[in-house]
C-alpha cells in the first residue's frame, strides 16, 4: 500500500471555510475587502497621477471625467491619495495587529501552559498596560517621537495585545485540561513541542476571529491617531490624515469629495472586517455544527 | 528482582486545595495514599474501584505524568522517581524512558488531536523519538492501524470521521508506536458500547501476546477484569485494600469491601443465590483525616481497634493481600 492512494479527506479548517463560504455577509465583507487591498496594490496602474503631484490651476476641482473623485487644496488628485491612502491605513492595520498577536499569543500561551507564578507575573502585566489610556501615551510618544506610520504601528501593537493574550491565556487553560495533551506527553513531548504542535493549532480559530477584528481597531486607530494630526505626516497621504485636512469649515461646506470619500472607505473597510470577523468566528467554532 | 518489571512502593499523590482571598492551602485531597503495586512481566494487573477512588491518578502517578508526593518507582530496575531520597530521573532521560512506558486513555473523544490526522496523530511519537523519517513514521503508522484492525488508508483522515471504537484504536496503535514494554490502559472501554467493549478487549489480549506487552488495566468493570487481569488490585479512597490473583479474588474475598463490590456484579445465571451486600453511608471525603481503617465508617463488621488503627496490608496467603484488622488475626468475620 502506498501513501498515494489513501483516502483524502476534510481537515477541520476546510470544513470551518466551506461554512464561511455559506455567510452572506462574511462573504460581502471579503470581497470588499479584497478590492479595497487590491486597488490599493496597484494603484500605479489604476491611476495616472503621482501621489504628490501638485497642480495649483486646478486646487478645489469638483469631480469630473480628469479627476474622478476631484482635487484638493494643492490641485491632488483625491482618488489617487485615497488609493495610496488605503496602502497605509491597511498596513497600519495588518502590522500593529501582527505586533498584537505575536505578543499577546507568546505570553497567553505562556502564561496559560506553565500557570503559577509564571501566569501571575504575565497576567498583572497585562492588568498594568490595560489600565494605559491609549490616545495619551499614543499623544506623548508621538511628542518625544515625532509623528511616523512606524510610531503609529508600534504604539498600536504594544498596547493593543493585552485582550489577545488574555483570549489566548483562557483557551490554553481549558485545552491544556484535554486528554490528547496528555497523551502527548506520555508520548514524550516537551512543553515547546506541545504548545507548538497542539496548543496553538486548536486556538487558532479565536487568534485569527481576534486578529481579522484587530486590523479594523489599527485602521480606526490610524485615522484618530492622524486626524489629530500624530498619526501619518503630509504629504504621505492617509484616510485619516486626508479627512484631517478637510476639516475647515469651507471645505465641509464647499468640498464634500475631500472628506466624503475617505470617511466612507474607512466606515466601510472597518464594517466589512467586522462581517468577516463575525462570519470567521461563527465558521471556526467548533461547538456550532452547520 | 527482573521478574517484575515495575515497582512502585508507597506512592502518593495529594492535591492541595487553596481558599481564601490569598489562596492558602487549607488541606489536601489524598487522591492515592500510600499504594504499592509490583507488576511482573508480561502480566496484566487489574485496578478496581469505584468513582473518585484514586485508580486513574494511580496509574498516572505510576508512570510520571503528574508529579508525585511520595514514594518510588522503579522500571526495570531503574528508579524513574524516589521522593524520599530525593531521586527524579532528569526530564531527557524521561522522555527517553516514555518510549517503554505508554498510556491508553479513557476517552476516545478526547484523546486525539480534532487538528490532526490520523497519521500524525500515530506517527507523532515515532517522529519525536527520531525513530524514523516523517514518510516512513507516516507508512509505519498505516501498519499499526491495520495491526488494530483498521485500514491503512486512513491514514489522512481526521479523527472526526470516526467512530469511538475506531478511535480507540486508534489511540492503541498511538500507543504501540513506539514499541513500549509497559502500558497504562486507563479504564479503555468504558466510553465504549458493549459490542465494542469486546473487540477492543480481544484486540489488546492478541497484542499482548504478539508483542509481549505488561498491562496495567484500571477499570470498574468486576465481570471483565476477572477473566482480562491475571492479578487485581481493589482500590478504597486512595489505598490498596486487597490484592491477589483474579481466581483468589473472585473465589475467596477477603476484605469487606471486596465482598460488597462483588456482590454488586449483576447475576450471570437467573437462578444464582447470592447475598447481595449493600453498604451504608456514603465513601467520606477523599481530604478528611482518618485515624484508622478509611472503612470504618461503612464496615458491617467494624471493631473497635478498625477506628484506632490503620490496617495494614498482609499477606494471607501467596500473592493474597488484604489490608484489614478482621482478617486473619484469629477474629474471623
Not at chain 1, 479548517?13 to 479595497?36: D, E, S, Y
Not at chain 2, 524513574?80 to 524521561?94: F, G, L, P, Q, R
Not at chain 2, 485500514?151 to 475506531?166: A, D, I, L, W
Request: a positive charge.
Amino acid at each position: 500500500m502506498s501513501l498515494e492512494n489513501s483516502v483524502k479527506s476534510q481537515s477541520p479548517w476546510q470544513i470551518g471555510f466551506k461554512r464561511l463560504k455559506k455567510n452572506r455577509l462574511a462573504m460581502i465583507g471579503f470581497t470588499l475587502l479584497c478590492i479595497v487591498v487590491i486597488i490599493s496594490v496597484f494603484a500605479p496602474l489604476i491611476t495616472r497621477y503621482d501621489r504628490d503631484a501638485i497642480d495649483t490651476l486646478n486646487s478645489y476641482q469638483k469631480p469630473s471625467a480628469e479627476h474622478w473623485l476631484g482635487t484638493d487644496e494643492l490641485g491632488r488628485d483625491t482618488f489617487t491619495r485615497l488609493l495610496y491612502g488605503g496602502r497605509i491605513s491597511l498596513s497600519v492595520g495588518l502590522v500593529s495587529t501582527s505586533i498584537a498577536v505575536l505578543i499577546g499569543v507568546t505570553l497567553g500561551t505562556t502564561g496559560g501552559y506553565h500557570g503559577g507564578y509564571i501566569d501571575n507575573i504575565i497576567m498583572r502585566i497585562v492588568d498594568v498596560f490595560m489600565c494605559f489610556p491609549f490616545f495619551l501615551i499614543a499623544i506623548v510618544v508621538a511628542a518625544i517621537l515625532g509623528p511616523s506610520i512606524w510610531n503609529v504601528m508600534i504604539i498600536s501593537g504594544i498596547l493593543g495585545w493585552t485582550g489577545i493574550a488574555r483570549i489566548v491565556r483562557a483557551e490554553v487553560l481549558s485545552i491544556k485540561e484535554r486528554e490528547f495533551i496528555e497523551a502527548a506527553r506520555a508520548l514524550g513531548l516537551n512543553s515547546k513541542d506541545i504548545i507548538i504542535k497542539h496548543i496553538i493549532p486548536n486556538i487558532m480559530a479565536p487568534i485569527i476571529v481576534y486578529a481579522t477584528l484587530g486590523i479594523a481597531r489599527g485602521i480606526l486607530s490610524e485615522a484618530g491617531l492622524s486626524f489629530l494630526g500624530l498619526g501619518v505626516k503630509p504629504p504621505t497621504p492617509s484616510w485619516g490624515n486626508m479627512l484631517a485636512a478637510a476639516q475647515s469649515m469651507r471645505s465641509l461646506r464647499l468640498h464634500w469629495w475631500l472628506w466624503i470619500p475617505p470617511g466612507c472607505l474607512v466606515f466601510f473597510m472597518i464594517l466589512s472586517i467586522n462581517f468577516l470577523g463575525d462570519g470567521l468566528r461563527d465558521a471556526l467554532d467548533p461547538k456550532l455544527k452547520q | 528482582m527482573s521478574e517484575y518489571l515495575i515497582r512502585a512502593k508507597g506512592i502518593k499523590k495529594h492535591f492541595p486545595i487553596h481558599d481564601g482571598i490569598f489562596s492558602r492551602t487549607v488541606g489536601h485531597v489524598k487522591a492515592v495514599d500510600g499504594v504499592s503495586i509490583d507488576i511482573k512481566k508480561g502480566e496484566i494487573f487489574g485496578l478496581v474501584g469505584e468513582s473518585g477512588c484514586g485508580k486513574s491518578t494511580t496509574g498516572r502517578t505510576l508512570i510520571n505524568l503528574i508529579e508525585p508526593t511520595a514514594g518510588s518507582v522503579t522500571f526495570e530496575g531503574k528508579v524513574i522517581y524516589d521522593v524520599e531520597n530525593k531521586i527524579a530521573v532528569s526530564t531527557k532521560d524521561m522522555q527517553a524512558l516514555r518510549r517503554d512506558i505508554q498510556m491508553i486513555f479513557q476517552d476516545p473523544y478526547a484523546s486525539l488531536d480534532p487538528r490532526m490526522t490520523v497519521g500524525e496523530i500515530v506517527s507523532e511519537g515515532i517522529v519525536k523519538h527520531k525513530m524514523a523519517k516523517k514518510k516512513e513514521a507516516i507508512k509505519k503508522s498505516m501498519e499499526l492501524l491495520e495491526l488494530c484492525g483498521l485500514r491503512g488508508s486512513n491514514v489522512n483522515k481526521y479523527p472526526h470521521e470516526f467512530s469511538g471504537g475506531q478511535r480507540q484504536r486508534i489511540g492503541i496503535a498511538r500507543a504501540l508506536a513506539l514499541n513500549p514494554k509497559f502500558i497504562v490502559a486507563d479504564e479503555p472501554i468504558a466510553a465504549l458500547d458493549v459490542s465494542i467493549q469486546s473487540q477492543v478487549l480481544l484486540l489488546m489480549q492478541e497484542l499482548k501476546k504478539k508483542l509481549g506487552l505488561t498491562y496495567l488495566f484500571i477499570s470498574h468493570d468486576l465481570g471483565i477484569v476477572k477473566y482480562f487481569c491475571d492479578r487485581i488490585g481493589v482500590m478504597y479512597l486512595g489505598n490498596i485494600v486487597e490484592q491477589g490473583t483474579s481466581e483468589q479474588l473472585f473465589s475467596n474475598p477477603l476484605h469487606p469491601y471486596t465482598k460488597s463490590l462483588l456482590s454488586a456484579v449483576p447475576k450471570t445465571h437467573p437462578r444464582e443465590v447470592r447475598e447481595r451486600i449493600i453498604l451504608k453511608g456514603d465513601v467520606p471525603s477523599p481530604s478528611s483525616h482518618f485515624e484508622g481503617c478509611k472503612f470504618y465508617s461503612r464496615c458491617a463488621y467494624a471493631k473497635e481497634i478498625c477506628n484506632r488503627e490503620i490496617p495494614e496490608l498482609k499477606e494471607i496467603e501467596k500473592d493474597h493481600l488484604v489490608s484489614c484488622h478482621l482478617v486473619g488475626s484469629g477474629g474471623e468475620l
